[in-house]
């Protein structure tokens, strides 16, 4: 005798199967993406825009302090130094003393153009409706077929294995001034990737912003 299928049984099923979770996240069979799970600062959902920019700030002066004394004081008695030794052409030290003053140079132009940067960061700046600086991002990468969240950082603070990108970074730039609902194509070494903007918060909808 045939017997009615246990429905209740098939729906608990189906809804224990919508996410079965593997290594990487989990997989919803209904649209059939790997969904990835949150990184950790996600959770506390905190970007602190002053404060991180004052302490990048903070670590760029020490490293300028560090090579001007070098430039002024360290390199000129090192080439001195060297110089005194003889035939310049043939003088291993003085030509090594004389391309890292030009190195030295070279950084603090470097560090100093990035100090310009930072001080031009201000919630002003930031769009409040598109992808910005602080931004949570969660979008569907086609190429993996999954869903990511990223967070987008100053590239002193990009960490790719937690999640955080910097907004100068492929994905970054791609990412920028997009709106949900939008497509970004990521332009890598390896080819193009295609993401959409699945979900958006700005640094501006995030407690302690300012």
């Keep these: 005798m045939d017997t009615e299928p246990d429905l209740g049984s098939k729906r608990k099923n189906s ?14 069979f209904k649209s059939g993406r790997l969904v990835c799970p949150p990184h950790p600062w996600a ?11 004052e302490q990048i700030k903070r670590k760029l002066q020490e490293e300028m302090n560090a090579l001007e ?6 390199l000129p008695q090192e080439i001195k130094k060297a110089a005194a ?13 004389k391309q890292r003053q030009e190195f030295v140079k070279a950084r603090l132009r470097q560090l100093g153009a990035r100090m310009a940067e930072l001080a031009l960061i201000n919630m002003d700046n930031i769009p409040k409706d598109k992808v910005g600086l602080g ?14 969240e990223y967070k987008l ?25 997009k709106k949900v609902g939008d497509s970004a194509t990521v332009v890598t070494p390896n080819g193009k ?12 909808e995030q407690p302690e912003a300012k």
């Design 15 to 28: 809804e224990a199967l919508a996410h079965i979770p593997t290594h990487a996240g989990n997989i919803n």
């Design 85 to 97: 030794l003889g035939d310049l052409s043939e003088n291993a030290e003085y030509h090594m003393a």
């Design 153 to 177: 950082v100053t590239s002193e603070e990009s960490d790719v294995a937690a999640g955080k990108i910097s907004t100068s970074s492929p994905i970054g730039r791609a990412l920028l001034n």
């Design 43 to 53: 959770e506390a959902g905190v970007y602190n825009l002053r404060a991180m920019t």
């Design 135 to 148: 931004s949570t991002v969660k979008v569907y990468d086609d190429s993996k077929n999954a869903e990511v």
């Design 193 to 204: 990737r295609e993401m959409e903007i699945l979900s958006l918060t700005t640094i501006h």
């Design 69 to 74: 004394h070098e430039l002024v004081h360290d």
